[in-house]
């Protein structure tokens, strides 16, 4: 059973819904993350900001996270052409969670990562029709004894239960 996630990058953007508790400046950010503050200034006159880092004194979560995505390709060693090759298909502003995307060198674009919290049934069952075709027979029987002793447990079966409490 192979699951169809929708890998849109889009579903990664950060919007600012609401102004953070303790926003960031843009200057500790830079210094966070090792990026010189002088290129910060270069990426928005390039338009790969939407805002002037300088004229900007706290910045809220979608300006944060734009900063960071960004600028983490210049600090990786990007280019303004390598910048304009790995940015070319996402839209701006490039306010993008970095703990939620990756570019796929072989296709050439960017994508979400996996959630292993979005659909654990479908993972299990891909995890089991591995085992199976692995021909892992001891640990499908170790889950099925697990199996049996969950349900047992969710079904409020005593019989077992009274055989384990001390007398």
Same mark, same amino acid.
């Given at each position: 059973?192979?699951?169809?996630?929708?890998?849109?990058?889009?579903?990664?953007?950060?919007?600012?819904?609401?102004?953070?508790?303790?926003?960031?400046?843009?200057?500790?950010?830079?210094?966070?993350?090792?990026?010189?503050?002088?290129?910060?200034?270069?990426?928005?006159e390039d338009g790969w900001l939407s805002?002037?880092?300088?004229?900007?004194?706290?910045?809220?979560?979608?300006? #944060? %996270?734009?900063?960071?995505?960004?600028?983490?390709?210049? /600090? *990786?060693?990007?280019?303004?052409?390598? @910048?304009?090759?790995? +940015?070319?298909?996402?839209?701006?502003?490039?306010?993008?969670?970095?703990?939620?995307?990756?570019?796929?060198?072989a296709t050439r674009r960017w994508r979400?990562?996996?959630?292993?919290?979005?659909?654990? #049934? %479908?993972?299990?069952?891909?995890?089991?029709?591995?085992? /199976? *075709?692995?021909?892992?027979?001891?640990? @499908?029987?170790?889950? +099925?004894?697990?199996?049996?002793?969950?349900?047992?447990?969710?079904?409020?079966?005593?019989?077992?239960?009274?055989?384990?409490?001390?007398?």
């Amino acid at each position: 059973m192979n699951i169809t996630i929708d890998d849109n990058p889009e579903l990664a953007r950060v919007i600012a819904a609401q102004q953070l508790l303790f926003p960031a400046n843009p200057r500790a950010v830079c210094e966070q993350m090792g990026l010189n503050w002088w290129a910060a200034l270069k990426l928005y006159e390039d338009g790969w900001l939407s805002y002037s880092p300088a004229n900007t004194r706290r910045l809220d979560e979608a300006q #944060e %996270a734009e900063l960071r995505f960004v600028g983490s390709l210049v /600090v *990786a060693g990007c280019d303004r052409g390598m @910048l304009a090759i790995l +940015l070319s298909e996402l839209s701006k502003p490039y306010a993008y969670d970095t703990a939620r995307l990756y570019f796929d060198w072989a296709t050439r674009r960017w994508r979400l990562l996996p959630d292993p919290h979005a659909h654990p #049934e %479908a993972l299990f069952t891909d995890w089991l029709d591995n085992l /199976v *075709a692995q021909g892992e027979i001891s640990s @499908l029987t170790g889950i +099925l004894e697990l199996g049996q002793d969950a349900l047992s447990r969710a079904r409020g079966d005593t019989s077992q239960a009274e055989y384990e409490r001390p007398a």
